[in-house]
């Protein structure tokens, strides 16, 4: 099923609505997915795309520029980046949020530190493992993220990777009045030569109505109460969620009734009479944009 076929099945739903601004990004990930399956593989590099189509009908392998989308919140970037990924016929693909996998850069840089180029290491670890990789939340505010990533890009689009991101900000206003932003200028430079960058323009903020539409406040906790919170968790998230299992936040596990890539559930208990800091809440709510709370006492 192709991004356009799945995107066209969606709108069968009776709670989607028709956007005419997402159908326009729709063809443009159907295009890079298109792209992705004529591809020719490198003979050093044997991919999964060559099975789909006999080597007369691929294409001469040329650089594929990945999908850089930007614009409000709430707009839909990562409904159709994350329809994309789950079209995508392989394995071979990882959908992160950008803060998770800058710390999973930190940690194998961390691992790393005796070798002369460890960035180029953690790119050919990748390379191993993925054609395609997808970020939620593209955002850098942090110096030495911004330092990073001038290497680490180099090092990714040197070894083939493509790169789908979303953003609530266009390339060129990354890392803004940040220090030594000079030096972060080559970044969006080659972001910039190896993404098609798109501004998704909607003007309906999905997210804010399905807020306004929901219930935010369920008293008392009762059985069917706390079925209800749990249909809240499944109607604000995607698929993959997990249930029950924990999350670390600054080494610390916090346990959870659910969790997805942008949404957590979880008893109040939990997440307010543990030993906490300032900085963990503020790690929370980067990496979610919606966290339920059960079981708040009277207070």
């Not at 940040?178 to 997210?207: K, M, N, S, W």
């Not at 109040?268 to 079981?295: K, M, P, W």
Request: aromatic residues 12%; negative net charge; contains cysteine.
């Amino acid at each position: 099923m192709t991004p356009i076929e799945k995107y066209q099945l969606d709108l069968k739903q009776p709670d989607f609505v028709a956007d005419p601004y997402q159908a326009a990004v729709i063809e443009q990930f159907d295009e890079l997915y298109q792209n992705l399956l004529q591809q020719k593989p490198e003979q050093a590099k044997v991919s999964f795309w060559h099975q789909w189509f006999p080597p007369s009908q691929q294409a001469k392998s040329v650089p594929i520029k990945g999908l850089y989308l930007w614009g409000g919140v709430g707009r839909g970037k990562t409904y159709l980046m994350d329809l994309f990924f789950e079209t995508l016929p392989t394995q071979r693909k990882q959908r992160i949020h950008f803060h998770r996998f800058m710390h999973y850069v930190h940690r194998q840089l961390g691992q790393l530190e005796q070798q002369v180029d460890p960035l180029k290491e953690v790119a050919k670890t990748l390379n191993k493992q993925i054609d395609v990789l997808c970020f939620d939340e593209f955002f850098v505010s942090d110096i030495t993220d911004a330092m990073i990533l001038a290497n680490l890009f180099e090092a990714l689009f040197e070894q083939g990777i493509i790169l789908v991101a979303t953003s609530n900000i266009p390339p060129h206003d990354l890392y803004r009045n940040g220090l030594q932003r000079a030096r972060f200028l080559p970044t969006i430079a080659l972001l910039e030569q190896h993404c098609q960058v798109i501004h998704l323009d909607a003007p309906t903020d999905y997210r804010l109505r399905q807020l306004e539409q929901a219930k935010l406040f369920y008293y008392p906790l009762t059985d069917v109460v706390a079925e209800q919170l749990q249909q809240a968790f499944i109607s604000l998230s995607r698929e993959p969620r997990t249930y029950g299992q924990p999350i670390y936040i600054n080494n610390r596990a916090i346990a959870t009734l659910g969790q997805a890539s942008d949404v957590l559930h979880c008893q109040f208990s939990a997440l307010c009479q543990t030993a906490r800091s300032a900085n963990d809440y503020i790690e929370i709510a980067r990496l979610y944009h919606t966290v339920i709370v059960e079981g708040i006492p009277v207070m």
